[in-house]
């Protein structure tokens, strides 16, 4: 029971702090990222833009930031009801196990379409590179995930005790 709560909680923080991301990326009009100069775009958040550290084309710029705005409008932020409706789950007097899986599997879902258009967006800008961008790309990628590997492990707080 307690694991259950633990994992309700944490996935709350994570789609809670999800949601405030989203709803604060159509406050600024979606200014999220990098621009594809490698440049903070007004209303940043400093997020890791793939793309970064390519050579890319003015043209390549220009075609990836209209993506962009086209995606842009088809953004949605996690419904206020749903994190409403999961507060009240957490906050009940009895816990309704049954309730809160239903309501997190409904919010994973919401999450999972967001994630899909997004890489269906990135993976059309990745279509607009020349095959040496894709190569330098993928390379990068590696690096990356050779450094993610190689950082420890995030250990729970009841494990740091």
Known sequence: MR??????IASMLAFGST?????DTVA???????DFD???M?????HHNMFEGLNLTEQQRQQMRDLMRQHRGTKTAMP?????????????DKFDEAAVRAQA?????????????????????????????KTAL????????????????AQPASAQK
Request: proline share 2%.
């Open 138 to 153: 993928n390379q990068m990628h590696k690096q990356r995930m050779a450094t993610v590997q190689q950082a420890p492990a």
């Open 105 to 133: 599997e409904k919010m994973s879902k919401q999450q999972v379409e967001r994630q899909v258009e997004m890489a269906k967006v990135r993976n059309q800008m990745y279509n607009l590179l020349t095959p040496e961008q």
């Open 42 to 46: 007004k209303g940043g958040r400093g």
């Open 19 to 23: 949601a405030a991301f989203a709803a």
């Open 80 to 92: 206020v009801a749903d994190r409403e409706a999961m507060h009240s789950l957490i906050t009940a």
């Open 3 to 8: 694991k259950v709560t633990t994992l309700v």
């Open 38 to 40: 490698g440049k903070m």
């Open 28 to 34: 600024t009009a979606g200014n999220w990222c990098h």
